[in-house]
């Protein structure tokens, strides 16, 4: 990271701690809402608690539209970051309250502070680049690898704090009812994002030229901006954004495969997984750590291989590509496992082979398709860009929480169908794909 700006590091030490509440509040979510109420959750069903999971994961990647236009026509985007922090803390301690308002409240808080930070500290790490720097998918992919700091560490924080029996334990030990334990989980996501708060505080320094508030001028500009018409736009910049609008469609798709993670993955990993490992036990919720220190791992691989290609690194439309294949590949891998269960619990290692399938083609989709958005975008509007490329991430995240209502743990078939007609989904994507690179880089007018 020397050889990178200052800045990166700032960025990347806020995103890691907001990822670590954000994640560890996720992998207990679903969790916590299909548990008894004698066990302390809420005792949902599987359709209710996965739609709803469904439709806070996708409000969560919706509200980033508006946070990009409030940092682009007011703001700027560090100060909306800031903001947006706070209030993701607040919605977290308010989870850590047993009520079904609290917990209401809380998600929604989530909502609207991810919303403001989300998009706009993405678009940061942008402005840390010029557009031709050859740093820039690197630099993307070491963020990226900050963010998966962050997911590694939050299961076995929230997680542990949720369902260890040694917790409950300790709880019942000095008086307190051990079914609150999935309330400590939540605090503990609240004060993970405090803790990045503070360090975006004292480094300010660090990236006091980038996500400035805009002056006067450039907001007038921007409310022409939202008045936009074909006519404002070159030629150049109306090809650009319709690839983005393109790969926004098979961005879509590979989240609605990839986050079945929280939902449907997460109660494979509850009901049908041997959750232990040469004897020791250890909470369903852990198998949520496995993608990001695979991230963790790779990403400096894949970073250093863009590095060494330089020119001859496949473009960013066949990278969404091998992202596809991998992720559907990885279903395939989970569909047969399914079949293998037969009703019992079937081996961790089977999940540890398809979050490493599905790692893969995260680094070649997501941290590729974030930097490809803050080169193709117009540059008066690439607050409002990224927040629109948000919106793929929300369709696919909504579309996954539909799938996972039809998880059904003690149906063979069921199962088999529902994990292998979502790899085919992606795979047939990922070929569809094939024929529309060249196109795709036409559009893109050189940028690759």
């Not at 030990?173 to 505080?201: K, R």
Request: proline share 4%.
């Amino acid at each position: 990271m020397s050889k990178h700006p200052r800045g990166l590091y700032v960025l990347f030490g806020t995103e890691m701690w907001e990822r670590l509440s954000y994640y560890g509040m996720r992998a207990i979510l679903m969790l916590y809402m299909v548990a008894p109420i004698a066990a302390g959750g809420l005792a949902f069903d599987t359709p209710r608690a996965a739609h709803l999971y469904g439709t806070y994961t996708s409000a969560v990647y919706l509200t980033p539209l508006i946070g990009g236009w409030i940092a682009d026509r007011f703001l700027g985007a560090r100060l909306t970051v800031l903001i947006g922090g706070i209030i993701i803390a607040s919605g977290h301690f308010c989870m850590a309250f047993p009520s079904l308002t609290t917990f209401y409240t809380g998600l929604v808080l989530i909502v609207a502070g991810t919303g403001l930070l989300k998009a706009n500290i993405t678009t940061m790490v942008g402005s840390l680049y010029e557009e031709d720097d050859p740093r820039r998918d690197a630099g993307f992919s070491i963020f990226y690898m900050g963010i998966n700091l962050g997911a590694f560490l939050a299961p076995f924080v929230c997680g542990t704090l949720a369902q260890a029996p040694v917790v409950k334990v300790w709880l019942q030990s000095h008086g307190i009812d051990p079914n609150m334990s999935w309330h400590f989980g939540f605090a503990a996501a609240g004060v993970g994002m405090t803790l990045g708060l503070i360090q975006y505080l004292l480094q300010q320094k660090q990236i006091a030229h980038v996500g400035n508030r805009p002056q006067k001028a450039a907001v007038q500009k921007a409310k022409g901006a939202a008045k936009i018409s074909t006519e404002a736009l070159t030629r150049e910049e109306l090809k650009r954004i319709a690839a983005i609008l393109c790969l926004f469609f098979f961005s879509a798709l590979f989240w609605m495969v990839f986050e079945q993670a929280g939902s449907s993955m997460n109660l494979f990993a509850d009901q049908l997984t041997r959750n232990s490992i040469f004897g020791f036990q250890f909470p369903s919720s852990w198998f949520q750590s496995a993608n990001p220190v695979m991230i963790i791992i790779l990403a400096p691989v894949l970073s250093w291989l863009w590095l060494k290609l330089k020119d001859r690194q496949p473009s960013s439309p066949a990278k969404f590509v091998f992202g596809l294949a991998f992720a559907g590949g990885g279903f395939l891998v989970l569909a047969w496992a399914s079949k293998l269960s037969g009703g019992g619990l079937v081996s961790p290692m089977w999940l540890v082979i398809v979050y490493f399938l599905h790692t893969i083609g995260e680094l070649c989709l997501s941290p590729i398709g974030l930097s490809t958005v803050t080169k193709l975008a117009p540059a008066r509007i690439v607050g409002l860009m990224m927040g629109f490329w948000f919106l793929s991430l929300s369709l696919g995240n909504y579309m996954a929480g539909w799938l996972a209502g039809f998880f059904r743990a003690g149906d063979e078939s069921v199962l088999v169908n529902l994990f292998g007609g979502v790899g085919l989904i992606a795979l047939g994507a990922a070929l569809f794909l094939v024929f529309l690179v060249p196109p795709l880089r036409r559009l893109m007018c050189h940028v690759r």
